[in-house]
C-alpha cells in the first residue's frame, strides 16, 4: 500500500493534480489496480498515459519505480519539459533539422544498435494532438526483435503548420513537407537505411499527412499505413505503385469515415497496383489508432513490402 501511495503522489505532482483535494489522489492510488507498484496504460487511461509515455523508456507499456522517479524529476524541474516530437519515449533522442526554406523541424529518432545490414525505416505522423502509437509501438523491444527497424517521428504544431497543404481543416496552415522530406532524406543518408523499404504510417492529421505525402512522392516509400485520414479522391491515380493499407472507425465524428472509404473506392476505380488493403473498426470512433497500430497482422504485411527499382 506505501508503494501505491508513493506512486500516487508523483503522478499527482507530475500531473498537476498536486493542489487538487484528497479525493482526488484516492482515485490515482487506486489506478494500480494489480497493485504491482507499476503502471501500465490500462491502469492510467489514455489520457494519463499521453502524457507520462516519454518516461517509458524501455517501450514496455509500464511505468516502473524508476521510469515514475524520471517523471517526478521532471515535475520538480523549471517549467514544463517540453514533449518529445510524436509523443515519443525516452528510447528516441530528439533532433532537429533546418530546410533549405528556412524552416526548423524537430523529430524524434530511435536506430537500433548497429546492424549488419541496411534497416528499413518508418516514419510516424502525429495528430493533431501530438501523439503518434505508432513509433512507441514499433521501437518497443518485442517489435524490435521481430522487426528491427529505424523509427523517425517528427513534429508540427497542427495549427498554423500542418503536415501537408490540405482542405480539410486549418486549410490556411502552412504545410511542413518541404523541410520534412529533406529531413527525411538527412536521416536516411547518416542512417544509411534501407532505400528500399521506407514506410510512413499517420493517425488522423497524421493520417491525412501520409495520403497528402504519398500522393506527392509516390516514387519514395514502399507502403503506407494511413489510420482515420482523408484526401482528395482525384489524386488516387498519383498513389500508383504504393502498397497502401488504410483503418478507419466506423463511429469516427472527428474524421468522417468516408474519408478512407473514399479514397479506397478511388484508388480501386483507378486500378492502382497493388489493389489496396482496407479495415474498418465497427463501433469505433476516432481512436482507431488503438486497434489499427495492436493488428499484428499489420507488421507483418509492412516489412516485407519492398520498393522495387525501375
Known amino acids: 500500500m506505501k508503494t501505491c501511495l508513493t506512486l500516487a503522489l508523483v503522478l499527482a505532482a507530475a500531473f498537476g493534480f498536486a493542489q487538487e483535494k484528497p479525493g482526488k489522489n484516492d482515485r490515482l492510488i487506486s489506478k494500480d489496480s494489480n497493485k504491482d507498484g507499476k503502471l501500465s496504460k490500462e491502469e492510467l487511461g489514455e489520457q494519463f498515459w499521453q502524457r507520462a509515455a516519454g518516461q517509458d523508456a524501455n517501450g514496455d507499456g509500464l511505468l516502473d519505480a524508476q521510469e515514475i522517479a524520471a517523471l517526478q524529476s521532471k515535475a520538480r ?13 525516452a528510447a528516441f533522442t530528439v533532433r532537429e533539422f533546418k530546410g533549405s526554406n528556412g524552416h526548423t523541424i524537430r523529430y524524434s529518432l530511435f536506430v537500433p544498435e548497429k546492424s549488419e545490414t541496411p534497416l528499413p525505416l518508418v516514419l510516424c505522423l502525429h495528430g493533431a494532438g501530438g501523439n503518434t502509437t505508432a513509433a512507441n509501438v514499433l521501437a518497443a523491444p518485442e517489435m524490435q526483435q521481430k522487426h528491427a527497424c529505424i523509427v523517425m517521428a517528427p513534429a508540427c504544431d497542427g495549427k498554423s503548420t500542418r503536415w501537408v497543404a490540405s482542405t480539410f481543416r486549418y486549410s490556411d496552415a502552412r504545410p511542413v513537407m518541404p523541410e520534412l522530406m529533406e529531413a527525411l532524406e538527412a536521416v536516411i543518408t547518416e542512417t544509411k537505411a534501407d532505400r528500399t ?114
Open 197 to 310: 523499404r521506407l514506410y510512413i504510417t499517420g493517425q488522423s492529421m497524421g493520417g491525412i499527412g501520409s495520403w497528402g505525402i504519398i500522393a506527392s512522392h509516390a516514387d519514395k516509400f514502399a507502403a503506407a499505413v494511413p489510420v482515420c485520414g482523408i484526401w482528395e479522391p482525384s489524386d488516387a491515380p498519383k498513389m500508383n505503385g504504393v502498397p497502401i493499407w488504410a483503418f478507419h472507425g466506423a463511429d469516427d465524428k472527428t474524421v468522417p469515415v468516408s474519408g478512407s472509404r473514399d479514397m479506397i473506392a478511388a484508388l480501386k476505380k483507378a486500378e492502382v497496383k497493388p489493389e489496396p488493403k482496407y479495415t474498418e473498426f465497427p463501433g469505433v470512433g476516432h481512436g482507431s489508432w488503438e486497434p489499427a497500430y495492436q493488428t499484428a497482422e499489420l507488421w507483418e504485411w509492412l516489412f516485407v513490402q519492398k520498393k522495387i527499382k525501375p
Open 77 to 89: 524541474g523549471k517549467g514544463t519539459p517540453q514533449a518529445r516530437p510524436g509523443g515519443a519515449n
